[in-house]
């Protein structure tokens, strides 16, 4: 039963310290649309969106009037659409085409996002694999809502060097087709290692092939709380530290479970899973990287930064598992530069670097995101940030991701404004040094000798 004393405590959460549903996320399989015409592809996938997601928006907002809790983004996620378009394009022009029936249905159906224009590559590449990976660039440049992602690597299967190099080039090609709007169009790509089946997080968010033909994904927020219930024990030890942490992250999830499941019931899909992530915005008081400074450190980037957020996350995750069955996606902490104002202050004081931002993605839930980068950085220095972000969660059994955005016209110094819950950043410098020797090589990086679990 719930008290009176915990209604107003979520009240307090939501009011004052900006918990939040950050989103529901219908996922939605696109696996009986296959055609081998394009055409009658298309149209089954557009149909399929607008039956399974028509009122998805209305009840979002309905929960949300209802609860009392702010719902922010309602999303969808599909079957990555390499695996639905194979049977029908032949160019890359052919799946720029779907994404712009993507792009047209999320209008239609109200949603902030829809996700899925993915490709799985950690081992190798289908044709329509790589077809659809030279399409992204155009995609993302000729559609608004439409996130792209593309899984480069495993633990179980190792890491795709061939595709490694190819997303360099990618990512520097879609910033070049966006570079009128700051090179937006990268802020809508992300990369994986350990790509997650129910992430509800754009832009990396797809609908796996093992899920049900719709389901439900809830992501929570609240870094806000986590850092209003740290003031109270500022100067005590460790283990009250830990505790807080999990106590708070409990009750966030309870909220986040509260909303799946009556979305699930209005939306009669099956509910998924709840991903407690602590996911900054540019607003005041929503910053991980407060947390990490209300535990005592100067700036993030500091010694003891990666060791701060190692206790973050691990907390933040057994809180969660407490509070639901079904806590899955990322569920931790991100660490994106833009979207976060602490993180932002730490990288113009000198005290965050992209090296550091490396180490510290060893123990938080993601990667490299939302990393604004100098215009004229060279293709294969992008790959081989990519591929060391991939070696980390190959050898450490987690997702790890790149999200980087190189801002053609503007250097070091230089800031870039995104808008939105996308925020502003400014321009990190990166390494000078070259790696195209090793980058250019090809093949497989092979899975780990841990990875024989069997």
């Known amino acids: 039963m719930i008290n009176f004393f915990e209604v107003a405590e979520t009240n307090e959460m939501i009011d004052k310290e900006n918990l939040d549903v950050r989103t529901i996320t219908l996922g939605i399989s696109l696996l009986d649309c296959v055609d081998a015409d394009l055409g009658k592809c298309k149209e089954r996938i557009y149909q399929k969106i607008i039956r399974a997601a028509g009122n998805l928006v209305a009840v979002g907002e309905e929960i949300s009037q209802e609860f009392g809790i702010p719902i922010v983004n309602k999303r969808i996620s599909l079957t990555p659409v390499a695996l639905v378009g194979g049977a029908c394009c032949r160019t890359a022009a052919d799946f720029v085409s779907i994404a712009k029936v993507l792009d047209q249905a999320a209008h239609e159906v109200g949603v902030n996002f829809i996700g899925g224009y993915s490709a799985l590559v950690a081992k190798g590449m289908t044709e329509a694999d790589r077809l659809l990976m030279e399409s992204i660039p155009e995609?993302?440049?000729?559609t608004e809502r439409v996130c792209s992602s593309v899984n480069l690597g495993s633990t179980r299967a190792g890491i795709n060097m061939d595709a490694v190099r190819m997303m360099g080039d990618i990512i520097k090609r879609t910033a070049e087709l966006t570079k009128e709007r700051d090179s937006m169009g990268c802020t809508?790509?992300?990369?994986?290692?350990?790509?997650?089946?129910?992430?509800?997080?754009?832009a990396g968010a797809f609908h796996g092939v093992t899920e049900a033909d719709r389901v439900i994904n809830v992501g929570v927020s609240g870094p806000g709380v986590v850092k209003t219930a740290l003031e109270k024990v500022r100067g005590e030890n460790f283990e009250t530290l830990c505790e807080t942490i999990k106590k708070t992250a409990f009750k966030v999830t309870r909220v986040g479970q509260l909303v799946a499941k009556e979305a699930s019931r209005r939306l009669q899909a099956p509910f998924g899973i709840v991903d407690l992530s602590l996911a900054p915005t540019p607003a005041i008081g929503d910053s991980v990287a407060d947390i990490l400074c209300e535990m005592g450190l100067e700036y993030v980037g500091a010694p003891g930064t990666t060791a701060a957020l190692a206790l973050l996350n691990d907390q933040v995750k057994k809180g969660g598992v407490m509070a639901s069955s079904y806590v899955g996606g990322l569920s931790g902490a991100f660490?994106?530069?833009?979207?976060?104002?602490?993180?932002?202050d730490a990288v113009q004081a000198g005290a965050l670097t992209l090296e550091k931002l490396e180490a510290m993605t060893c123990v938080c839930s993601v990667g490299l995101d939302m990393i604004a980068i100098p215009g004229d950085t060279e293709e294969t220095t992008i790959a081989g940030i990519i591929a060391d972000e991939m070696a980390i969660g190959m050898v450490n059994q987690k997702t790890t991701a790149v999200r980087i955005i190189p801002v053609i016209g503007k250097g070091?110094?230089?800031?870039?404004?995104?808008?939105?819950?996308?925020?502003?950043?400014?321009?990190?410098?990166?390494?000078?040094?070259?790696?195209?020797?090793?980058?250019?090589?090809?093949?497989?990086?092979?899975?780990?000798?841990?990875?024989?679990?069997?």
């Not at 995609?139 to 000729?142: M, V």
């Not at 809508?188 to 754009?202: R, S």
């Not at 195209?436 to 069997?454: M, Q, T, W």
């Open 139 to 142: 995609a993302l440049a000729c």
């Open 188 to 202: 809508k790509l992300v990369v994986f290692c350990n790509a997650p089946d129910d992430n509800p997080f754009m």
């Open 335 to 344: 660490i994106p530069v833009s979207e976060d104002q602490g993180m932002i």
């Open 412 to 454: 070091v110094g230089e800031n870039v404004e995104f808008g939105g819950l996308l925020g502003h950043a400014p321009i990190m410098p990166v390494n000078a040094f070259g790696c195209e020797r090793f980058v250019n090589r090809g093949g497989r990086i092979p899975a780990p000798i841990h990875s024989f679990k069997n």
